[in-house]
């Protein structure tokens, strides 16, 4: 009998919060479902499927996709040369659009640990499953809140010399880019994680604060869009950024939400500054969409590296989004946007197979 198909189910991330850079994410309601079929042993390569955001420009070949390569590293660092003989098949149905700031490579990541984990059959915690997914995506606010859910901070601990030095072993190294027709030896000796490599705590979150998800048609990946951050700040810049996320971790959680407190904490000089070239119109929605301009707006800022905007409020989310779509129009930039709740962390389990 063969063993019981799995589902994993991920959640989107908004990271960054405005202040919070690299440390607070927050997990969204739309999903990468992952459905993991197994039948009798056989030499044949697994076939993956794709649906929705990406389908038509994911690779398909599980040498080359970002969730299974992350599988076969999982697997690699824990004995197993290759994916299960039983394996047959992974359809992704994916809710999360690629490159637009709502953490679809986090997700990926993350699926791609828990499947990794499960076609292991490896028992992995859920601290150690987060010490892979930073071994690939080396910010931990998006891939923390994927796995956790809620409102979520987090920081990497420092090393010792010796795990310091594998934790910054070059990611075409820890993910090499498999040829299709790799032999049994390729990358089997991948570098293993440190222990303990991340840390987290998440934050209380009112009921009542909603996201909206203001998502302009078109890309922009998160390596183009930290290049263009400085390598040091100045320390007014560092204080003003500090302050307002030590409010804003509490703020939100508070009921009822306070706008005026949540709009200014959700304030930014770190990266939206430096990033508005990227995105035409980001200055003007952040600062002309407000409390006294929309009521039941919270605050308003860049999703993750962007371009989606993440409004929090309590209510009035059309007009909130068709204000932020008025400004990005004038730019002619066209806008979707989606209303999410704040959603628990990802989950894996077995359905009776079919
Ligand atoms: N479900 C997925 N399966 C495979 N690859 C994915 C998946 N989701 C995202 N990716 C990869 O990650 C890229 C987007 O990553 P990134 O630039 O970090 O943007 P985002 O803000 O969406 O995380 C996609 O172009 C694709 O290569
Ligand atoms: N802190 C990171 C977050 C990137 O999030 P993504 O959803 O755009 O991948 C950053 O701001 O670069």
Known sequence: MSRSTVI????????????????????????????VRFGPPSADLVKITYSGEGADEVPLDPYQNLMTRIALYVLRCNNH??????????????????GRGLGSSGAAVIAGV????????????????????????????????????????????????????????????????????????????????????????????????????IIPRFELSTAKARQVLPMEYSRKDLVFNMQRLAVLTTALGQSPPDPELIYEAMK??????YRKGLIPGLPEVTSSITPGSHPGLLGIC????????????????????????AIFAKENIQVDWKLLEVVGGSECYSVEAN
């Open 81 to 98: 040369r290759s994916f299960p003989p039983d394996l047959v098949s992974i359809h992704a149905d994916n809710q999360i659009p690629f």
């Open 268 to 273: 930014d000089r770190v990266h939206q500054p």
């Open 8 to 35: 994993i189910k991920v959640p989107a991330t908004s990271a960054n919060i405005g202040p919070g850079f690299d440390v607070v994410g927050l997990s969204l309601s739309l999903y990468l479902t992952i459905t």
């Open 114 to 213: 828990l499947l990794g984990n499960t076609l292991g059959q490896l028992s992995l915690s859920r601290e150690r499953m987060l010490d892979y997914a930073l071994m690939v995506e080396r910010h931990p606010d998006n891939v923390t809140a994927a796995l956790v859910g809620g409102f979520v901070g987090s920081y990497l601990r420092e090393l010792d010399p010796v795990a310091s030095e594998a934790a910054q072993v070059p990611l075409s190294e820890v993910l090499p880019e498999y040829p299709s027709d790799a032999g049994e030896e390729w990358g089997l000796s991948p570098p293993v994680p440190p222990f303990g490599i991340g840390h987290f705590v998440r934050f209380g979150w009112s009921a009542a604060v909603k996201a909206v998800a």
């Open 302 to 325: 860049l999703s993750g590296a962007g371009p989606t905007i993440l409004a929090l409020a309590t209510h009035n989310f059309e007009a909130i989004a068709e204000g932020a779509r």
